[in-house]
Protein backbone atom coordinates (compact mmCIF):
# COMPACT_ATOMS: atom_id res chain seq x y z
CA UNK A 1 0.00 0.00 0.00
CA UNK A 2 2.55 2.47 0.88
CA UNK A 3 4.20 1.92 -2.42
CA UNK A 4 1.13 2.41 -4.36
CA UNK A 5 0.76 5.50 -2.46
CA UNK A 6 5.13 6.96 -3.12
CA UNK A 7 3.91 6.07 -7.38
CA UNK A 8 0.50 8.01 -7.06
CA UNK A 9 2.17 11.12 -5.34
CA UNK A 10 5.34 10.76 -7.84
CA UNK A 11 2.60 10.95 -10.95
CA UNK A 12 1.33 13.52 -9.35
CA UNK A 13 4.50 16.02 -9.13
CA UNK A 14 5.07 15.33 -13.13
CA UNK A 15 1.84 16.55 -14.06
CA UNK A 16 2.90 19.88 -12.24
CA UNK A 17 5.92 20.88 -14.28
CA UNK A 18 5.80 23.50 -16.62
CA UNK A 19 6.52 22.28 -20.39
CA UNK A 20 9.19 25.08 -20.48
CA UNK A 21 11.37 23.99 -17.88
CA UNK A 22 14.32 22.23 -19.15
CA UNK A 23 14.99 20.66 -16.05
CA UNK A 24 12.47 18.53 -14.60
CA UNK A 25 11.80 18.75 -11.01
CA UNK A 26 12.90 15.90 -8.52
CA UNK A 27 9.90 13.35 -7.53
CA UNK A 28 8.69 14.05 -4.16
CA UNK A 29 8.91 11.46 -2.16
CA UNK A 30 5.34 11.51 0.17
CA UNK A 31 6.19 11.23 4.06
CA UNK A 32 4.57 8.23 4.15
CA UNK A 33 6.85 6.38 1.86
CA UNK A 34 8.96 3.41 3.79
CA UNK A 35 12.40 3.06 2.20
CA UNK A 36 13.08 -0.73 1.83
CA UNK A 37 16.35 -1.00 3.46
CA UNK A 38 15.98 -2.29 7.18
CA UNK A 39 19.08 -0.66 9.14
CA UNK A 40 21.31 -3.34 10.39
CA UNK A 41 22.66 -3.73 13.83
CA UNK A 42 26.18 -3.77 14.73
CA UNK A 43 27.30 -7.44 15.98
CA UNK A 44 28.50 -6.00 19.79
CA UNK A 45 24.79 -3.89 20.06
CA UNK A 46 22.91 -7.27 18.76
CA UNK A 47 25.11 -8.98 21.65
CA UNK A 48 24.30 -6.66 24.03
CA UNK A 49 20.82 -6.64 22.93
CA UNK A 50 20.45 -10.57 23.75
CA UNK A 51 22.08 -9.88 27.02
CA UNK A 52 19.79 -7.56 28.11
CA UNK A 53 17.11 -9.97 27.38
CA UNK A 54 18.11 -12.92 28.76
CA UNK A 55 18.71 -10.71 32.13
CA UNK A 56 15.61 -9.81 31.60
CA UNK A 57 13.83 -13.37 31.30
CA UNK A 58 15.70 -14.52 34.29
CA UNK A 59 14.51 -11.50 36.49
CA UNK A 60 10.75 -12.24 35.10
CA UNK A 61 8.56 -13.80 38.52
CA UNK A 62 7.26 -17.07 37.17
CA UNK A 63 3.80 -16.83 37.39
CA UNK A 64 1.46 -17.94 40.20
CA UNK A 65 -0.02 -21.20 39.88
CA UNK A 66 -3.33 -21.44 42.04
CA UNK A 67 -3.73 -23.98 44.52
CA UNK A 68 -6.40 -26.42 44.15
CA UNK A 69 -7.51 -28.32 46.62
CA UNK A 70 -8.03 -32.08 46.69
CA UNK A 71 -11.54 -33.26 45.95
CA UNK A 72 -12.39 -35.33 49.46
CA UNK A 73 -14.49 -38.37 48.33
CA UNK A 74 -16.39 -39.44 51.39
CA UNK A 75 -16.66 -43.62 51.50
CA UNK A 76 -20.20 -44.59 51.45
CA UNK A 77 -21.13 -46.21 54.70
CA UNK A 78 -21.37 -49.50 53.60
CA UNK A 79 -18.09 -49.44 52.18
CA UNK A 80 -16.80 -47.89 55.54
CA UNK A 81 -18.05 -50.58 57.74
CA UNK A 82 -16.52 -52.97 55.27
CA UNK A 83 -13.25 -51.91 55.86
CA UNK A 84 -13.55 -51.32 59.99
CA UNK A 85 -14.74 -55.25 59.84
CA UNK A 86 -11.65 -56.12 57.52
CA UNK A 87 -9.41 -54.02 59.88
CA UNK A 88 -10.32 -55.60 62.91
CA UNK A 89 -10.41 -59.34 61.81
CA UNK A 90 -7.15 -58.76 60.56
CA UNK A 91 -5.71 -57.17 63.84
CA UNK A 92 -7.98 -60.93 65.07
CA UNK A 93 -6.12 -62.98 63.09
CA UNK A 94 -2.46 -61.08 64.15
CA UNK A 95 -2.80 -61.68 67.50
CA UNK A 96 -3.60 -65.43 66.57
CA UNK A 97 -0.74 -65.62 64.76
CA UNK A 98 1.38 -64.27 67.73
CA UNK A 99 0.06 -66.72 70.43
CA UNK A 100 0.34 -69.69 68.11
CA UNK A 101 4.19 -68.40 67.55
CA UNK A 102 4.50 -68.20 71.21
CA UNK A 103 2.75 -71.86 72.06
CA UNK A 104 4.96 -73.28 69.37
CA UNK A 105 8.11 -71.48 71.45
CA UNK A 106 6.93 -73.02 74.77
CA UNK A 107 6.47 -76.29 73.05
CA UNK A 108 9.70 -76.27 71.55
CA UNK A 109 11.32 -75.16 74.65
CA UNK A 110 9.32 -78.15 76.26
CA UNK A 111 10.66 -81.08 74.09
CA UNK A 112 14.19 -79.81 74.67
CA UNK A 113 13.97 -79.71 78.57
CA UNK A 114 14.35 -82.20 81.06
CA UNK A 115 10.42 -83.33 82.74
CA UNK A 116 12.37 -82.25 86.14
CA UNK A 117 15.44 -80.18 86.06
CA UNK A 118 15.84 -76.86 84.56
CA UNK A 119 18.54 -78.50 82.42
CA UNK A 120 18.42 -79.81 78.49
CA UNK A 121 17.21 -83.66 78.04
CA UNK A 122 18.95 -86.11 76.31
CA UNK A 123 17.92 -85.11 72.49
CA UNK A 124 18.77 -81.59 72.54
CA UNK A 125 22.03 -81.65 74.17
CA UNK A 126 22.74 -84.22 71.75
CA UNK A 127 22.15 -81.29 68.90
CA UNK A 128 24.58 -79.14 70.95
CA UNK A 129 27.05 -81.15 70.83
CA UNK A 130 26.48 -82.24 67.35
CA UNK A 131 26.91 -78.20 66.74
CA UNK A 132 30.27 -78.18 69.02
CA UNK A 133 31.83 -81.07 66.83
CA UNK A 134 31.39 -79.34 63.80
CA UNK A 135 32.84 -75.61 64.96
CA UNK A 136 35.53 -77.81 66.42
CA UNK A 137 36.22 -79.37 62.95
CA UNK A 138 35.63 -75.69 61.41
CA UNK A 139 37.47 -73.45 63.39
CA UNK A 140 39.84 -75.46 65.61
CA UNK A 141 38.19 -74.98 68.37
CA UNK A 142 38.61 -76.83 71.62
CA UNK A 143 35.63 -78.28 73.28
CA UNK A 144 34.96 -80.89 76.74
CA UNK A 145 32.59 -83.27 77.70
CA UNK A 146 32.71 -83.78 81.94
CA UNK A 147 29.90 -86.67 83.13
CA UNK A 148 28.71 -86.91 86.05
CA UNK A 149 27.17 -90.13 88.26
CA UNK A 150 25.69 -88.60 91.46
CA UNK A 151 26.55 -90.37 94.24
CA UNK A 152 24.12 -91.94 97.36
CA UNK A 153 21.36 -91.22 94.72
CA UNK A 154 19.62 -94.92 95.68
CA UNK A 155 20.11 -94.24 99.51
CA UNK A 156 18.28 -90.72 99.08
CA UNK A 157 15.35 -92.64 97.50
CA UNK A 158 15.49 -95.44 100.17
CA UNK A 159 15.69 -93.29 103.33
CA UNK A 160 13.21 -90.04 102.59
CA UNK A 161 11.37 -91.20 99.13
CA UNK A 162 11.40 -89.98 95.42
CA UNK A 163 10.64 -86.55 96.49
CA UNK A 164 13.90 -86.03 98.21
CA UNK A 165 15.34 -88.26 95.23
CA UNK A 166 13.79 -85.45 93.43
CA UNK A 167 14.95 -82.62 95.52
CA UNK A 168 18.46 -84.30 95.00
CA UNK A 169 17.91 -84.22 91.62
CA UNK A 170 16.64 -80.60 91.63
CA UNK A 171 19.81 -79.30 93.23
CA UNK A 172 22.47 -80.93 91.41
CA UNK A 173 20.89 -79.57 87.87
CA UNK A 174 20.48 -76.33 89.46
CA UNK A 175 24.44 -76.50 91.29
CA UNK A 176 25.74 -77.15 87.31
CA UNK A 177 24.03 -74.67 86.00
CA UNK A 178 25.06 -71.66 88.08
CA UNK A 179 28.58 -72.73 87.42
CA UNK A 180 28.94 -72.96 84.04
CA UNK A 181 29.18 -70.15 81.22
CA UNK A 182 26.63 -69.00 78.93
CA UNK A 183 27.46 -70.71 76.02
CA UNK A 184 27.99 -74.35 77.39
CA UNK A 185 25.27 -76.73 78.05
CA UNK A 186 24.08 -78.93 81.23
CA UNK A 187 21.77 -81.70 80.61
CA UNK A 188 20.35 -84.83 82.23
CA UNK A 189 20.88 -87.19 80.43
CA UNK A 190 18.56 -89.60 82.14
CA UNK A 191 18.30 -90.97 85.46
CA UNK A 192 20.92 -89.72 88.03
CA UNK A 193 23.45 -88.59 85.16
CA UNK A 194 24.05 -85.65 84.29
CA UNK A 195 26.52 -84.41 81.53
CA UNK A 196 27.83 -80.88 80.95
CA UNK A 197 29.28 -79.23 77.64
CA UNK A 198 32.53 -77.13 77.69
CA UNK A 199 33.00 -74.87 74.62
CA UNK A 200 36.55 -73.02 73.95
CA UNK A 201 37.92 -75.27 76.80
CA UNK A 202 40.72 -77.43 77.03
CA UNK A 203 41.25 -80.70 78.83
CA UNK A 204 43.25 -79.72 81.93
CA UNK A 205 40.58 -76.37 81.94
CA UNK A 206 37.99 -78.92 82.36
CA UNK A 207 39.39 -81.35 84.74
CA UNK A 208 40.21 -78.52 87.38
CA UNK A 209 35.89 -77.21 86.54
CA UNK A 210 35.40 -81.17 87.24
CA UNK A 211 37.39 -80.84 90.97
CA UNK A 212 35.32 -77.91 91.47
CA UNK A 213 32.06 -78.99 90.85
CA UNK A 214 32.79 -82.44 92.89
CA UNK A 215 33.98 -80.09 95.77
CA UNK A 216 30.85 -77.58 95.84
CA UNK A 217 28.46 -80.68 95.67
CA UNK A 218 30.27 -82.39 98.73
CA UNK A 219 30.37 -78.82 100.53
CA UNK A 220 27.19 -78.25 99.92
CA UNK A 221 23.64 -79.10 101.30
CA UNK A 222 19.29 -79.23 100.18
CA UNK A 223 16.51 -78.69 101.77
CA UNK A 224 13.66 -81.28 101.80
CA UNK A 225 10.96 -81.17 104.16
CA UNK A 226 13.08 -79.30 106.85
CA UNK A 227 16.13 -81.46 106.40
CA UNK A 228 19.45 -80.57 104.90
CA UNK A 229 20.47 -83.46 102.90
CA UNK A 230 23.99 -84.26 101.02
CA UNK A 231 24.99 -85.56 97.89
CA UNK A 232 27.83 -85.88 95.65
CA UNK A 233 28.83 -87.24 92.40
CA UNK A 234 31.39 -88.64 90.67
CA UNK A 235 33.12 -86.96 87.17
CA UNK A 236 34.80 -87.89 84.17
CA UNK A 237 36.19 -85.74 81.42
CA UNK A 238 36.50 -86.60 78.02
CA UNK A 239 37.92 -83.72 75.22
CA UNK A 240 37.14 -83.75 71.57
CA UNK A 241 39.47 -85.75 69.39
CA UNK A 242 38.16 -86.37 66.42
CA UNK A 243 35.12 -88.47 67.46
CA UNK A 244 32.59 -89.48 64.35
CA UNK A 245 29.14 -88.52 66.38
CA UNK A 246 28.09 -87.28 69.34
CA UNK A 247 26.82 -90.20 71.04
CA UNK A 248 30.32 -91.71 70.87
CA UNK A 249 32.16 -88.85 72.57
CA UNK A 250 29.22 -88.98 75.39
CA UNK A 251 29.86 -92.66 75.29
CA UNK A 252 33.74 -92.07 76.31
CA UNK A 253 32.98 -89.29 78.74
CA UNK A 254 30.75 -91.85 80.38
CA UNK A 255 33.65 -94.54 80.18
CA UNK A 256 35.89 -91.73 81.91
CA UNK A 257 33.37 -91.40 84.71
CA UNK A 258 33.21 -94.84 85.11
CA UNK A 259 37.35 -95.18 85.81
CA UNK A 260 37.14 -92.38 88.21
CA UNK A 261 34.26 -93.91 89.99
CA UNK A 262 35.68 -97.20 90.19
CA UNK A 263 39.17 -96.27 91.25
CA UNK A 264 37.63 -94.60 94.27
CA UNK A 265 35.89 -97.11 95.74
Excluded at 9 to 24: G, K, L, M, R, W
Excluded at 119 to 137: G, I, P, W
Excluded at 202 to 211: I, T
Amino acid sequence: MQNLLAQYFEAQAEDVVPANDPAPLEPVRHALSVTDETPKLRPEDAIAASFARLEAALHTEPPVVPEVEPVQTEWPVSAQALIESLMMENERLREQLHQRSLELQSAQDQADSDVLTPTLNRRAFLQEVHRAMADCKRYGEEACLIYLDMDSFKAINDAYGHGAGDAALIYVAETLKTSVREGDAVARIGGDEFAILLRRADLKSSRVKAMKLEAELMMGTFAYNGLYLKTGGSFGVRAYAGQTTAEAWLSEADAAMFLVKKSAR
